[in-house]
């Protein structure tokens, strides 16, 4: 798990995900020889931070975001929420100004009027405007890997292990999913007019609640505050049968990913969400049961064979 470990410092929150598309970028011109297929790389003017694989002849896409939540420097030491992170005091949090690199402490204070603000603890003014991110904490045993950002590097890397025996499909590395979405609507476009791609997994990471769990497998979400069609969901929930590999089903009533931004846009796009379950979402101590992250890209791998 050295790749995803890597993954999970990699400084990306959203709006900021330069440096997540640049690893990603060396990543994949350094390893796509060993693949099955080498992909035609897609980026540049129109697409902003997004980096789009095309592999062979694709009829379906998976999207995978490459941000994470985090915070911005505002004025008087106050911490402002990008995406919904969790606030505890003490979280410790990296990140670089004109000035140099940051290590810094977040810490809440309860004003006057009983209302919570968030600040950091530094030796010195951090400059305005200045993203700050969990700072990196990388921990693994026989069951669990432990980290800041599983939600989603594990979605990325997940997409990285399909990439290696992928022969048709693409894969969107997209940007801006914590706070607000928008970007893989123009990745869609491109796919749907050049390559008739109408089809979308979203490789993302979901949470475990009291009926989905630890060890039960990939998560394939029926819905969650969007909703997939329901032809191409119970088409996938038929693959999944037939791959034999071990998958639970979802159904909430709240939360959201890329798939909604589909479902909201123009476009006639049929999505799915399907991911591995964590604990302690949006903290620095999210935990993914390793066996549903083997389930995961084994799903993937069959549904792209297959759709």
């Known amino acids: 798990m050295q790749l995803l470990k890597e993954l999970t410092s990699v400084r990306s929150a959203s709006s900021d995900e330069g440096r997540m598309k640049e690893f990603l970028k ?89 209302q919570d603000t968030i600040q950091y603890v530094f030796d010195r003014e951090i400059e305005r405007g200045t993203i700050l991110t969990f700072k990196p904490n990388f921990r693994e045993n026989d069951e669990f890997v432990q980290s800041p950002y599983l939600d989603n590097r594990l979605g990325v890397w997940s997409a990285l292990k399909v990439a290696k025996t992928l022969e048709n499909g693409a894969i969107v590395f997209g940007t801006y999913e914590e706070h607000g979405g928008n970007a893989v609507a123009i990745c869609a476009k491109y796919l749907m007019e050049k ?24 998560a394939i979400s029926m819905r969650d505050s969007g909703l997939p069609r329901r032809s191409y969901l119970n088409r996938i929930i038929e693959l999944a ?56 890209v084994e799903l993937y791998r069959y549904l792209m064979k297959k759709l």
């Open 26 to 114: 060396k990543y994949i011109l350094e390893n796509q020889s060993q693949w099955k297929v080498k992909p035609e790389i897609v980026e540049g003017k129109g697409f902003q931070d997004c980096l789009i694989l095309v592999f062979g002849q694709p009829t379906t896409a998976i999207y995978a975001h490459m941000d994470s939540i985090g915070f911005s420097v505002g004025y008087d030491k106050e911490l402002i929420k990008i995406g919904g992170p969790r606030t505890i005091d003490g979280m410790q949090l990296v990140g670089a100004d004109s000035l140099g690199e940051i290590e810094t402490e977040l810490m809440i204070i309860e004003n006057e009027n009983g």
């Open 195 to 218: 390559y008739d791609v109408y089809q979308a997994l979203i490789s993302d990471i979901t949470w475990v609640t009291n009926g989905v769990v630890h060890g039960g497998g990939v």
């Open 241 to 296: 049968k037939e791959s034999g590999v071990d998958y639970q089903l979802e159904v909430e009533s709240a939360g959201g990913s890329d798939g909604g931004v589909l479902q909201k846009s123009y476009l006639p796009i049929d999505w799915c969400f399907i991911g591995a379950p964590e604990d302690n979402v949006h903290s620095p101590d999210e935990k993914v049961f390793k066996k549903d992250i083997i389930d995961m």
